[in-house]
């Protein structure tokens, strides 16, 4: 995530809009924090909609190597035993997981970049 972070921000600062807000005499933290960081992070907010089953899926890995008693652990022994009803209730929680943060996500656009609403246009 922060090479993302720092790829994107690398590319931003090179853009023509902060040599303009640099040469407006902005000050330098406004033009980092408010054009620079906003328009950077929008690739992170997308990353972000995927990280909460991201880290359930790695759970699963952690939790049967380490043999540490979680979600992670009953879905795959759960799975090795054709328990059908824990199955469908981990994949139930998986894709819930999944809309929560890809509702964050869009939630987050509209906090990063200002020409994305939600509101109608009549």
């Known amino acids: 995530m922060s090479r993302y972070q720092r790829a994107g921000m690398l590319e ?5 809009y902060i040599r303009t807000a640099r040469a ?25 909609g995927y ?3 991201g880290m ?8 049967s190597i380490f043999s540490i008693p979680g979600m992670g652990q009953l879905g795959f022994e759960a799975v090795l035993s054709r328990d059908y009803p824990v199955v469908l209730a981990i994949a139930t929680i998986s894709a819930l997981l999944t809309l929560f943060g890809l509702l964050v996500s869009d939630l987050l656009y509209v906090w990063a970049d200002p020409r994305i609403t ?4 009549v």
Do not use: C, M, W
Not at 28 to 48: C, D, G, M, Q
Not at 118 to 121: F, L, P, S, T
């Open 12 to 16: 931003v600062i090179r853009q023509d």
């Open 24 to 48: 407006k005499g902005l000050p330098e933290k406004l033009v980092i924090f408010k054009h620079a960081f906003r328009n950077s992070i929008i690739p992170i907010v997308t990353l972000l």
């Open 51 to 53: 990280l909460l089953p």
């Open 56 to 63: 359930f899926g790695g759970s699963v890995i952690i939790e």
């Open 118 to 121: 939600y509101e109608a246009e």
